[in-house]
């Protein structure tokens, strides 16, 4: 297989919002992602909102030029994610659009109206053969499926269940319907050490699926009722929750993959990816609280291969920080199984060349 063309252009959050504007719109002319959209098109612009508290999601101005350039070429952009899993202002599309309109995303600051992919509780889907290893066919939001061409636009973050939340993931994970998601983390579940544990409750409170019992002195989760959504350890502030990454984190790399596959397979060349490598913290913007960047700003990808964006993601984080954007965030969990696995299913190269648009 060639190597796959990966675009760069160098863009800082403190910069001005005008010159970052224009580095986007300049990035996506010179990229090419115009090319993939057709005058009338129904355009996705895949997007996420961004949890209740967190302050690190990409913000609606780097969202307005995309909608300007998709506008330009005569089509109709949308922004759009689908609802996810575990208790949330995203679990349903009522709550999910009023707080993308908090967050900003309203149509004066963007110009494109929201649409939440698998409808108000995330059962509005259509299933895709693949024919993988793993899956013949996987469940994927309905609008996706329906737009005529997707804009994927991602932010690279570390990521407590496979290491790098970057493309590969917000095409697997945030295009699946619940059923979707729910296949992809059947393979993961997580226990409470005991000795860590304070019986605070938090976790109870946030289980989507009420299967957590608490005790005067710890808690204990019922393997049997529980989905593996992950959300115990995200809320618990104590460490107490863990997964078996060792191999649950490899599953749900190859889910997270296939489904990727997909999406890419059913859109063809009508889909281009933009990966924002700004605020990049240790975990995903699915996390409700203020973190910290771990790495400098470095700048923004373009291309039409998720795979070749992720693996460029990598190597230019470790390039500027030493260490990449998974060891900096989760040492302990292998992102490359996510890319290999990829690769090896055709949804696209780790190989690339990249070329940098200058401003
Ligand atoms: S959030 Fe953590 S410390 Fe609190 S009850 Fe749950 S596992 Fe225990
Ligand atoms: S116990 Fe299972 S279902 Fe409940 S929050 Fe944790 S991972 Fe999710």
Not at 74 to 100: I, M, Q, T, W
Not at 321 to 342: H, M
Request: proline share 3%; net charge negative; aromatic share 6%.
């Amino acid at each position: 297989m060639e190597p796959s063309k990966v675009y760069f252009i160098q863009l800082k959050t403190s910069d001005q919002k005008n010159l970052n504007k224009k580095k986007i719109k300049r990035l996506f002319n010179n990229s090419g992602l115009s090319d993939i959209i057709d005058k009338f098109d129904l355009t996705a612009v895949k997007m996420h909102f961004g949890e209740q508290g967190n302050i690190t999601f990409l913000p609606p101005e780097y969202i307005e030029p995309v909608v300007r350039m998709i506008k330009s070429q005569g089509a109709k952009p949308f922004l759009c994610d689908s609802n996810v899993l575990y208790k949330s202002e995203r679990d349903n599309a009522v709550d999910h659009l009023l707080l993308a309109n908090r967050h900003g995303f309203t149509l004066e600051n963007t110009g494109a109206p929201i649409v939440i992919a698998d409808g108000i509780a995330g059962n509005n889907e259509i299933e895709i053969t693949i024919d993988a290893p793993i899956n013949k066919k996987v469940a994927l939001a309905s609008e996706f499926i329906t737009a005529n061409s997707i804009i994927v636009v991602s932010h690279a973050t570390g990521h407590l269940g496979v290491g790098l939340g970057a493309s590969i993931k917000n095409l697997g994970m945030g295009m699946a319907s619940r059923k979707g998601k729910l296949i992809q983390h059947s393979v993961s579940k997580p226990e409470i050490n005991q000795e860590k544990c304070t019986a605070c409750g938090i976790c109870k409170k946030w289980c989507p699926e009420d299967c957590i019992a608490m005790y005067p002195e710890y808690a204990e989760i019922n393997e049997d009722k529980c989905i593996g959504c992950g959300e115990c350890l995200a809320v618990c502030r104590f460490s107490a929750v863990n997964f078996k990454w060792d191999s649950s984190s490899e599953e749900l790399q190859k889910q997270i993959a296939e489904h990727a596959l997909g999406i890419v397979k059913q859109k063809k060349r009508k889909i281009g990816y933009l990966l924002f490598l700004v605020n990049m913290t240790k975990d995903c913007d699915c996390i409700g609280i203020e973190q910290e960047k771990i790495i400098d700003d470095i700048g923004v990808l373009a291309g039409n291969d998720p795979v070749a964006l992720d693996q460029a993601a990598l190597d230019l984080t470790k390039k500027y920080a030493g260490k990449n954007l998974q060891e900096k965030s989760f040492p302990d969990i292998d992102c490359r199984v996510q890319l290999e696995y990829a690769e090896n299913i055709g949804v696209g190269t780790r190989k690339y060349v990249l070329e940098e648009v200058e401003i």
